[in-house]
């Protein structure tokens, strides 16, 4: 019944999206004589951030069709080389990647599409030959094609990193930390040719023990059971994906919006503000985050709760009891990957040392394998998003790509 009442909100909201919309526009027509009066641009305002805010959202695109290499524009083409159920390999080719570090991006599964790392993409898109995993809505994905959960996750991951072949470097965005490094420790312990050169984790939740955050606790306080009976619904039979059990992305959503409510708020106040003042380019900049921001997928169910009992009620990589495929994973057979660990001074989801116990788990590693970068001053969503990912941290990523044989 959650996702019937969700969709339903949804057809509600979107016709109603539209008639804002269109009032908007008749209020904003030069034509009309009543937009002359001085409420006009603020009732016009209002009902173009009501529209925004209300309007249904779909999967969006990644948008990125040239870069700069070498002082020169070149052509960017996006294609898929790969496809599995539950995901698929983008690869972003242009002239001046032939010789440049392979670069696997790991996107999140936690309710935003792979586009969220859009701005990550394109800063790392002139050095480097630049790929993505691009994961599906659960939803859309029907059942006959199975399960997925974290094995199959990390089996995907390392099926990937033989499409591209050896010698290439990893960089995982939040989640995928945890995953990325059982992979990387499962190719390593059997010297796998194309286990990579460089592991890169930013705000990733390796040890959530660790100066725990709201997120984490949530997680910690409440009995697996609850998450079962409160959080997962089944996919209605109007999409392809009818009957599977899934996390629904409109609940992440949620929960990240409750978190820092205040900040939405005052986010489109100042939208509104621009709109009042004539200011469509400052408007259209929360705009556009809230697109993005607000496009949602689902995950399967199986997946999201074997995530959350493994990775942030029972721990199991930092004591050394997480298993892919009925086998215990050990950093210890990290000896040659040179990791990265990177945190924000002001990270909210994944707390500061969360991700830096990969480094100490690695025991085997020399330490000039190992590194950590403190982002100053920057949350969650900042260190691979905005001004101080371009400036200040994925210059230290493309080094550290460079310093291992990048």
Known sequence: MLYHAFDMQKSWLAGASALATAGAQVMQHPANPLGYFSGSPMFASALEVFAHASAPRGKPGF?????????????????????????????????????????????????????????????????????????????????????????????????????????????????????????????????????????????????TRKAPTAVNQHATTRPYAWFQENVIATVPAWYPGAGRRVYPGFLQLAGFMSMNLGNHMMSHWEMFKHLVEGDGESADKTKDFYDEYRAV??????????????????????????????????????????????????????????????????????????????????????IFNGRKWREEIAPVVEEWIRANGG
């Open 63 to 207: 948008d990125l069709y040239e870069t700069e290499v070498d002082g020169e524009t070149v052509r960017v083409t996006e294609k898929i080389e790969a496809r599995k159920p539950f995901g698929q390999l983008k690869h972003f080719r242009h002239e001046g990647a032939k010789d440049a570090p392979k670069l696997l991006i790991v996107a999140p599964m936690s309710g935003h599409y792979a586009t969220l790392l859009r701005g990550t993409v394109e800063r790392m898109l002139p050095r480097h030959d630049v790929w993505i995993t691009d994961w599906r809505d659960a939803r859309n994905v029907p059942l006959e094609a199975g399960k997925f959960d974290l094995d199959d996750y990390i089996d995907y991951l390392i099926g990937w990193l033989e499409h591209i072949g050896p010698g290439a470097h990893v960089l995982a965005v939040c989640q995928p930390s945890v995953p990325c490094y059982a992979a990387a420790a499962v190719m390593a312990a059997e010297k796998h040719k194309c286990r990579p050169r460089t592991l890169t984790m930013m705000g990733g939740p390796i040890d």
């Open 297 to 382: 997928c689902d995950m399967t169910a199986e997946f999201y709760l074997q995530t959350v009992d493994a990775v942030f009620q029972r721990h199991l990589l930092p004591r050394g009891e997480f298993e892919h495929r009925g086998k215990i994973v050990d950093p210890n057979a990290i000896e040659d990957i040179g990791l990265l660990a990177i945190e924000g001074e002001r990270d909210d989801i994944s707390g500061i040392g969360q991700t830096k116990a990969a480094l100490t788990l690695a025991k085997a590693l020399p330490a000039g394998k190992k590194r950590y970068l403190m982002a100053r001053g920057v949350g969650h969503y900042g």
